[in-house]
């Protein structure tokens, strides 16, 4: 029996070994890992309140190897903005209604006044003691983060910085695109008071140069002798005649009078007469209500709707165009110009920026957003193209005014109707002399033009 005993006593010592060998090889691997991380380890037995830190714990707060650490000391070590945050992470792990995790950053101060960034990872295990659960051991590593910490807040800082910089550029284009915008807008309607003046120059003084002109050139036909000189009077006339057609087409072009006298409304209609002539038919659907805008507003809607129609007129390959208006109350004006031609890829038209139709829609945009609107395209290829411009608008009827501005002639006074002097009379900017034929006082001649040396002129006729 005493034999058997032994061997008994021998294989079990042997099994034992056996199994430790593993056992030890994993916490030999395990205790490598965590010195070449660095990493310290403490362990606390929260039944008998013994502190077990490792040399590089206590290394790393700046403490001695033989160094003790009781609660209380590691406390004191601790950053004091970050001491109630630790206390609050170290209750929460130990309650035992918790799962017992431990992981937390803060700042310790050293001895030495260093500060460092620490990383504490940990777990408490509980048991069951007099019916209750309690925690009864706290283990974990300590991590030094400091120099993650510093890199962190270089990164941080540096994209604040760079978020700083960011916003101040936006900013600045911001108010440089406004600017742009406002630049474009100015330089449109200069360019359409610059248009209005030169038309302006030319209608009072060439075209009615022109006219005073061919009416002395025809004065004198009759006085030449010659069948020649006849002739020749008649050619000049004729030249004449195609310079005063050709400075009053100019003068349409350069300054549309009814955008200036009636509005936006005429003048799309009296620019769809013009294209009529380009070989272009252009049907206008007016708004259901009248139109009352600002004249620098109008100036530019007319102007992009002109831009559009010459448009189609190069690129669609059709005949046919519409411009729909139509008013959304006190919300948006909305000009509509589509044709059934050619089309075009509108995503394709964005990667080609020195196309000219992209450039024009890019200036149509900027145009339409100095105005607070918006311009919405929609085509495709072969199957036509329709561009809508949207603008906010509450129309705001001015005293005195008339949306559909038409300048009527007035009769002459009854002054004017009996004196036998030549009267000038003046309504809405056009001026109206009459002049009394005294051979026979029962007939009247009212000579009408907005040029006094063209009513000379015809006063000389008579």
Not at 26 to 49: F, P, Y
Not at 118 to 134: A, N, P, V
Request: aromatic share 6%; net charge negative.
């Amino acid at each position: 029996m005493h034999h058997n005993a032994h061997v008994d006593a021998m294989v079990d010592i042997t099994e034992r070994k056996q199994k430790e060998q593993p056992l030890q090889g994993t916490e030999e691997r395990l205790r490598l890992a965590v010195e070449s991380a660095d990493i310290g380890t403490w362990d606390i037995n929260l039944a008998t309140g013994s502190n077990c830190w490792d040399r590089r714990c206590k290394a790393m707060f700046g403490l001695s190897s033989d160094a003790e650490v009781p609660y209380e000391r590691f406390l004191s070590l601790i950053h004091p903005a970050d001491r109630s945050h630790v206390i609050a992470a170290l209750e929460q792990s130990t309650d035992p209604s918790g799962d017992g995790s431990y992981d937390i950053e803060y700042r310790i101060v050293r001895p030495d006044r260093r500060e460092v960034w620490i990383r504490g990872i940990g777990r408490s295990f509980f048991e069951e003691r007099d019916g209750k659960r309690q925690a009864v051991r706290f283990i974990g590593t300590t991590l030094d983060i400091n120099e993650s910490k510093r890199t962190q807040e270089h990164l941080q800082r540096w994209g604040s910085e760079l978020q700083q910089a960011v916003d101040l550029k936006t900013t600045q284009l911001v108010q440089s695109q406004e600017r742009l915008r406002a630049l474009t807008n100015e330089l449109n309607l200069t360019e359409q008071r610059e248009r209005k003046r030169l038309a302006g120059d030319l209608h009072d003084y060439l075209a009615q140069l022109l006219v005073v002109m061919r009416m002395k050139l025809r004065q004198a036909v009759p006085l030449v002798p010659t069948e020649k000189a006849t002739a020749l009077l008649k050619d000049a006339d004729q030249a004449l005649t195609q310079a005063l057609d050709y400075t009053r087409s100019l003068v349409s072009e350069l300054a549309p009078p009814s955008l200036h006298e009636f509005g936006l409304l005429q003048s799309v209609e009296w620019l769809a007469s013009q294209m009529r002539q380009h070989g272009l038919t252009v049907k206008v659907r007016p708004a259901a209500e009248a139109l009352f805008l600002p004249e620098d507003q109008a100036i530019l809607l007319f102007q992009s709707v002109r831009e559009l129609l010459y448009n189609v007129l190069k690129h669609a390959h059709t005949d046919e165009a519409t411009v729909s208006m139509t008013i959304i109350p006190n919300s948006e004006l909305c000009i509509m110009v589509e044709d059934r031609g050619n089309g075009f890829d509108a995503a394709a038209l964005e990667l080609h920026s020195a196309d000219s139709t992209r450039f024009g829609l890019f200036s149509l945009r900027e145009r339409m957003a100095t105005m607070g609107g918006r311009v919405s395209i929609d085509s495709a290829v072969g199957r036509g193209t329709r561009i809508t411009l949207l603008m906010p608008y509450w129309p705001v009827k001015p005293s005195g005014e008339q949306a559909e501005h038409v300048v009527p002639i007035a009769e002459p006074s009854n002054q004017a109707r009996g004196s036998e002097s030549a009267t000038s009379l003046s309504h809405g900017g056009l001026n109206v002399q009459d002049s009394v034929l005294h051979e026979h006082p029962r007939i009247r001649v009212l000579l009408v033009d907005d040029h006094a040396m063209v009513r000379q002129g015809l006063l000389c006729v008579l």
